[in-house]
């Protein structure tokens, strides 16, 4: 499958339309979205690569858009992308660093001080780190920063050592370096089957306990001439998505189990995802947003093509999704046996998180994505156990589920990077609120206005309790949970 154009031959759900480009409704089309430049890093845990630097200059602009005008934005406020390289990313390497890195990181900083110049900025390593939390070390001045001999850079430039990784799997340099190219990786047995089997069990009791709650926020997202809090019944809600929704069923949704599930939050504020969101994300300090499970019934529709950061209200590019599936799951292609019919695996727009030229160049609505080239690519079968991971603005879609299949459960958990900024929808005027796609404001709602009520709250870096932080596991509020 090598082109949007092929996932017209995915078998489809009676009744319903390919789902690919070209949109085909108002509300599919707001749903596209997507941004993120994010360059090479080849970062792992007490290593260093200096390739980190294209990263920091890549998002600094590749985060303005689409959620803001850009030429009107303030960059102060992009704190997280003003990283002195060699400050916030830098692992003590375990010999000293060679006479040709340091020299390439000496450039590398300097180029990206003359962007910061290009751009009208005074002094952005020394005025922008103020207030964030997940780049530990003051940076130096830039003149200390880009200092003129390769000795002053060792010495001005290196931080303390961060704290190896206590526990977790330590993802290889290939696999960083595809998660950054592609956008999505999958991690194989990276789950105790165990634990599977118990948060399956537990997902399974959610769904039922939970399922009208789950459709009566399908009618509100999909039928918006609809009241939910007027449907009372199963089968009110079936009719009302019958008749009146703008798109097809593709999925119900039941979110945050883990602050009422203890087999959920094991898995979801555990070490073994956090321990990868952390690598993935570049990032030393990780906290959760959400976990969200997705159920597909036989006859399902399309999951429509999306981001998931065009639902979050975070200002951010360092946002990672682990799609956890509950059972094995045969993938687009059927898996190894001819015979076996396609399940609904996730779909990714390969390199769709770095394409920046996307939203910045084009109007999103109606916009079909056969020329952008991408090669799609999904996750082929997967096994209990194993992992799917894709970042904030990969653009990806699952198929329909087949008739005579066995339902789909996958259980989401959100990551993100810790510093990251609420939408400052409110005071900041150069924000686009109006891109924010509502869908799972059911989920954020409750923190998200606890934390903008108040003055000045607008835009404040993303810290509240129900979103715990999950990495360092010696920082780990997982115990909090259940509530
Ligand atoms: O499982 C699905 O069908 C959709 C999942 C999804 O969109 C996600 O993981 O972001």
């Not at 154009?5 to 319903?16: F, K, T, V, Y």
């Not at 504020?269 to 969200?292: F, M, N, W």
């Amino acid at each position: 499958m090598n082109t949007v154009s092929d996932l017209n031959s995915l078998p489809r759900a009676q009744g319903s339309v390919p789902c690919c480009c070209p949109l085909r409704n108002a509300q599919l089309q707001r749903k596209f979205h997507t941004l993120g430049a994010l360059g090479p890093r080849t970062r792992t845990p007490g290593r260093e690569s200096v390739l980190l630097r294209t990263r920091h200059s890549g998002t600094a602009l590749s985060s303005l858009a689409p959620r803001h005008v850009p030429s009107q934005h303030d960059l102060s406020r992009q704190d997280e992308q003003y990283d002195v390289p060699l400050q916030g990313e830098y692992s003590r390497p375990r010999s000293p660093p060679s006479n040709r890195a340091v020299v390439a990181a000496a450039a590398a900083t300097r180029r990206i001080k003359s962007r910061w110049i290009q751009l009208g900025l005074e002094n952005p390593f020394v005025s922008n780190m103020a207030g964030n939390i997940s780049s530990p070390p003051a940076p130096a001045p830039v003149t200390a920063a880009v200092p003129r001999s390769v000795t002053r850079v060792r010495h001005a430039a290196i931080p303390p050592a961060p704290k190896p990784a206590t526990s977790g799997t330590t993802l290889s340099d290939s696999v960083l370096l595809r998660f950054e190219r592609d956008g999505f990786v999958v991690t194989r047995r990276l789950m105790p089957t165990d634990q599977l089997t118990s948060l399956r069990a537990a997902c399974e009791g959610e769904v039922s306990a939970r399922r009208l709650e789950s459709l009566r926020h399908r009618v509100r997202v999909l039928c918006p001439g609809v009241d939910p809090a007027s449907l009372s019944s199963e089968v009110e809600m079936r009719e009302a998505l019958q008749n009146h929704a703008t798109d097809d069923l593709g999925f119900l949704q039941f979110f945050n189990l883990h602050r009422t599930s203890s087999a959920v939050c094991r898995v979801a504020l555990g070490p073994e995802l956090a321990a990868v969101a952390s690598q993935l994300l570049a990032a030393r300090r990780v906290r959760v947003y959400q976990d969200c499970l997705f159920l597909k019934e036989p006859g399902f529709a399309e999951t429509n093509w999306h981001s998931d950061l065009r639902m979050a209200p975070l200002d951010t590019n360092d946002f990672v999704t682990a799609w956890i599936p509950l059972r094995p799951v045969r993938g687009v292609r059927g898996g190894s046996s001819s015979r076996s019919p396609p399940d609904s695996g996730l779909i990714f727009a390969a390199g769709s998180h770095r394409d920046f030229a996307l939203p910045f160049w084009h109007n999103m609505d109606g916009r079909d994505l056969s020329d952008r080239g991408y090669a799609m690519k999904d996750t082929g079968p997967m096994e209990v156990g194993d992992v799917s991971w894709h970042h904030g603005w990969t653009l990806h879609c699952a198929a329909p589920q087949p008739v005579g299949t066995p339902p789909r459960l996958a259980l989401t958990v959100a990551f993100f990077a810790d510093g990251a900024r609420l939408l400052a929808r409110h005071s900041d005027p150069t924000v686009r609120p109006e891109l924010l796609h509502d869908e799972d404001a059911e989920s954020y709602a409750s923190w998200f206005d606890q934390l903008t009520k108040g003055k000045g709250r607008d835009g404040a870096v993303a810290h509240h309790k129900l979103l715990p932080v999950v990495w360092p596991p010696e920082a780990s509020e997982a115990g909090n949970f259940p509530l």
